[in-house]
Every structure is written in C-alpha cells, then in structure tokens.
C-alpha cells in the first residue's frame, strides 16, 4: 500500500451560525495546507458522516489529513457537538445543513467545492444535495466518494421487523439504538413513523439529477451488515452509465459498514482515486483496494 504523508498544516474549528435552526451553530473542522495563503478560489473537500457518527470517526480525519487539498468536516445537527435533536430520518436535515455549510465556506472564504466524500447516511445527503440544489452551488464539483451508501431506503424496515424491535414497538411505540459516539453514551429513540420517514426517501433522484459530470468512487465492503453490498451495485449501474463522468466500484471483502480496521486502505483509495481525477486518466469500472497481489498471485493448484 502506498504511503501518503500527513498533508495538513493548520487545523481550525470552525462555529457556523445556522440561519435556519434557533441557537444553533455547525461545528466542523478546517484542514488548510497554506494558511497564509488567500483561500479565494481555492479548492476544497467536504467530507460527511453517516448516523450516530461525527466529524472525527471512523476514517475521517485520517483521510482529511492526508488529502492534497484543503478539507472541511462537522458534525451534522444533533450529533456530537453541533445542537439538535436525533432522528433516524433527518434526511433533510443533513441536506440542508450541507447547503448551509457549502454558503458559508463560499461566501466568507472563497472556497470552491471540488470533493465530497460521504459515509452511509452522509452519503445518501451529499448525493441529494448535488441532484437538488442549484447548479450555481454545485457546479463546481468535480468527485464524489460514496462510502457505504445506502440506495434501497426501504430495507430499512428488516430491522423494524426482527422479533426483539417489533416487540419493543408494540409494548411501548418505540425502541432505542444506543451508541457511544466521541467515548460518549448516546441514545436514539425510534418510532415506526421513522421508518416511514426513512423508506420514503427517494434514492431514484439520482437517475436523471445527478450531475453528468461528477465523477465517482464508490466504495463497499462485502461484509456490511447495515446496507447490502448489492446496494453498491445498484449505485454502479445508475452512475456508470453516465457521460463524461466515470464510476468506480471498490468491493473491500473483509469490511464491514464502518471499515473497522480499515481506515488506512479507505484513505489509499481515495487517495489514488482522486490521483487519477486530477490526471484525468478514470474510466468507469472495477477498482483494486489494496489487493492486486492476491489476484495475480497463481493459486496453488495453478502452479503444480
């Protein structure tokens, strides 16, 4: 795997006063390379987290360390230390906080959004936001990652109909996902309302809407037992058939939703992803995660 040195020399936290939401600011991050420099006109990368998550987990912050290019991270409202409340399908929540996010670093730095790189519920968010905002906001994207995205919304409703959660919501109208998110408890209840919520999200936007020239790198792992692998097949046939924007589809095998364990081939991938798009040499189909020596490696049998 290659090695990509630490790329960021200055990291801010940045408080967004958010016009839509009472008392309420977005928290995030600001890795810069040049500090000094004039941010007017420069390029910069976006970087989302999925449910119960924030700004610093998972492969995050490593990858925002690494990026040849500025970065911003926040967490999205009610997680971690940006106010508001918690609900499983706060969908245009995240979407709006992102547009949020995209105005101000436009408006009082000069950025210029060049990359998105969404995790699961992130993912979904970053995606409606470039098919529905205007292209005066969005035209300026060049890539996509889409890690762990989920397409078909209403499979969420397995999880409402294993025994334990459809005994919970009958006995009380609710059940409650906990999680430790920043080494602190955390605690979400879910309604069956939500789940309504959540299935009614259409993912089909990204048919006609997705920006025709966004290049993407989704990314997937084969044990994920959150959102179904096929999902990123799903992504694949809807994003390669596409023109002059590319889609590459990363199968990691031994990952499971949150890549645990494998944050560093998380961020070598992108990283050589976004190599290419800088050099203009991506073309839609299969990519190798770190694991090209296994598949020209003869097989034992092979070399008897």
């Known amino acids: 795997m290659v090695e990509h040195p630490v790329t960021s020399q200055k990291t801010t ?12 600011s977005i928290v995030g991050v600001l890795e810069q390379l040049a500090p000094h420099e004039s941010t007017q006109g420069r390029r910069i990368a976006l970087i989302l987290h999925g449910s119960l998550g924030h700004k610093d987990y998972l492969f995050q912050k490593r990858l925002a360390l690494r990026l040849p290019l500025d970065s911003f991270r926040f967490d999205f409202r009610g997680n971690f230390e940006t106010p508001g409340a918690l609900h499983l399908a706060g969908f245009e ?41 205007p292209k005066e906001e969005t035209s300026s994207v060049r890539g996509y990652v889409n890690a762990s995205g989920r397409y078909r919304m209403h499979k969420m409703y397995d999880q409402m109909n294993k025994p334990e959660i459809k005994a919970q919501l009958e ?42 020239t966004v290049d993407v790198l989704t990314i997937h792992g084969l044990k994920d037992a959150v959102v179904p692998p096929y999902d ?73």
């Open 232 to 304: 990123a097949f799903i992504y694949g046939q809807i994003l390669g058939a596409r023109s002059p924007g590319t889609h590459n589809l990363a199968i990691v095998e031994e990952a499971d939703h949150n890549f645990t364990g494998r944050a560093d081939e998380v961020v070598a991938t992108v990283l050589e992803w976004l190599d290419m798009l800088e050099r203009k040499t991506l073309k839609t189909g299969l990519w190798h995660t770190g694991v090209r020596e296994d598949i020209d490696q003869p097989s034992p049998r092979a070399s008897l």
């Open 171 to 212: 006995r009380q109208g609710y059940y409650e996902v906990k999680a430790v998110v920043a080494r602190q408890p955390v605690s979400m209840r879910v309604t069956a309302e939500d789940h309504h919520k959540f299935a009614s999200v259409d993912p089909s936007i990204v048919w006609d809407r997705f920006p025709a």
């Open 93 to 133: 929540d995240d979407i709006q906080d992102l547009g949020v996010v995209v105005q101000y670093l436009t408006r009082e730095y000069g950025y210029v959004i060049d990359l998105l790189v969404g995790h699961s519920r992130g993912s979904v968010a970053g995606l409606h936001w470039l098919s529905r905002y």
């Open 13 to 24: 936290k940045v408080f967004i006063p958010h016009p839509h939401a009472e008392n309420c």
